[in-house]
């Protein structure tokens, strides 16, 4: 039953189903007559001629049936005679046939007539708008005076890049409070909300398109409040060494030791492993060397100790080390350990001194790696031949290896001339400072 219920009231035409959900209720009365018809007539003419728009529709009524005719502007104005008809005492039915006008004419008219409303309105509401313009205007060049100043903003920041965010916050704060300010005098506060929604939409938009330089921003904030390194400093970043030049809102810069530019996005920078050789003087360097299998190991740890301890660049604390590193087919190898001050000693160039230094010690003592040798069994005779001719000859004492050659950190200093020469004229734009927190 229910579905049979359903089917049919999917049947019944919306046009009926609304015209009967307008019509009036109640009791029908017996009384009928053309002097009460005349009535509803009349007060139906005088209601609608009261009323914008119904001058072109005609009202009849017989028994109490009201019949409308004639065209309105639009729909929802014909719709709404029902519900004016409805309410007039003595009506029985509705027989609503008016329709949209398409005169141009008559359509266009009201629009005209809008239009010079509101432009009317608009030149009367101008002195208004021109105060709420004006109040805006002054809170705006206040809140950009107040930021402009140097106190109280550089004192409460750690460094001149924090210091630009809290201008920009006030910045933003005083045009938010001016554009409140302004809309609360031309009382239209209601737009405030839909402006502020519209910025949220876009302002979401615009994070998911440069979430990467937002990403970056964050990390020039934090690396600029506690500072992995100072300029000069000679770091590894990612992979990438060389001496710290500028951070910057948005990339790290480094100068490697072959003179290039290296920029690093400060979020990869904030992300990753950060070797710092600068923050303390004291380096280490090391190498190996591998003397004769046949050689006395504690004799060639004791030449190695004697030689790098007499070097004048390596220091005396903390001391040198020597130590049995592996045991191959053909010799043992050595691990040496030194120290240097960097601020006054190239590290690879004493490196470098050491390697060649000990090398020279142990082919002095004779316990410098002797070269493979392999073993041909190719016959009795052809060995014995080549036995023959490959007679071992008398060896020749080494030279003596030459003095200790100059190690200073020549280079470093020039490189660190580069950067200060790079440094010169920053000013703000440069986020490393002296008195920030180090990590």
């Known amino acids: 039953m229910r579905l049979l219920a359903l089917i049919v009231y999917l049947l019944i035409p919306l046009g009926l189903l609304a015209q009967t959900a307008d019509q009036p209720t109640g009791t029908i009365t017996v009384e ?30 017989s028994s109490g049936i009201v019949t ?43 629009a005209v007539d809008r239009f010079m409303t509101r432009a009317t309105q608009m030149i009367a509401f101008l002195p208004l708008a021109l105060i709420g313009l004006a109040v805006f205007v002054v809170i705006i060049i206040f809140g950009f005076w107040l930021a402009r100043r140097q106190q109280p903003w550089d004192r409460l920041s750690p460094n001149a890049f924090i210091a630009d965010i809290y201008r920009q916050i006030i910045r933003l704060v005083f045009v938010i409070g001016g554009l409140v300010v302004a809309l609360d005098i031309l009382g239209a506060t209601a737009l405030l909300s839909g402006i502020l929604g519209a910025a949220g939409i876009v302002g979401l938009a615009i994070g998911f398109a440069v979430r990467d330089t937002v990403e970056n921003f964050i990390a020039s ?9 100072r300029p000069n400093d000679t770091v590894e970043i990612n992979g990438d060494t060389g001496k710290v030049i500028r951070l910057t809102s948005r990339a790290t810069i480094l100068l490697s030791f072959d003179g290039n ?18 923050r303390n003087a004291e380096r280490r360097f090391t190498f190996a060397l591998s003397v004769s299998g046949e050689a006395d190991l504690a004799q060639a740890q004791q030449i190695a100790l004697d030689t790098i301890s007499d070097l004048p660049f390596v220091l005396k604390t903390p001391e040198v080390s020597v130590w049995v590193e592996s045991v191959d087919d053909f010799w043992v190898t050595l691990n040496m350990a030194a120290w240097i001050n960097q601020t006054e000693t190239n590290i690879v160039l004493a490196r470098s001194e050491a390697i060649r230094l000990t090398q020279a010690a142990f082919e002095a003592a004779g316990m410098a790696a002797p070269f493979p040798t392999y073993r041909l069994d190719t016959g009795g005779a052809e060995i014995t031949r080549l036995s023959a001719e490959t007679k071992a000859e008398p060896a020749t004492p080494p030279a003596p290896p030459a003095p200790v050659q100059d190690v200073d950190a020549t280079a470093d200093k020039e490189l660190e001339q580069i950067v200060d020469q790079e440094r010169a004229g920053l000013s703000r734009r440069d986020l490393l400072t002296d008195n920030a927190t180090e990590e």
């Open 221 to 229: 904030v934090m690396l600029s409040i506690r500072q992995p390194f």
């Open 32 to 61: 009928d007559n053309a002097q009460a018809d005349a009535a509803i007539a009349n007060r139906i003419r005088d209601i609608l001629g009261e009323l914008d728009g119904y001058d072109d529709v005609s009202v009849t009524v």
């Open 261 to 278: 530019h290296i920029r690093i996005p400060n979020a990869t920078v904030f992300k990753s492993r950060i070797v710092n050789f600068t």
């Open 68 to 110: 409308l005719r004639g065209t309105t502007l639009d729909m929802s104005s014909a719709t709404r005679l029902n519900e004016l008809v409805g309410r007039v005492q003595g009506v029985v039915a509705i027989e609503n046939e008016v329709l949209e006008t398409t005169d141009v004419v008559e359509r266009l008219n009201p």
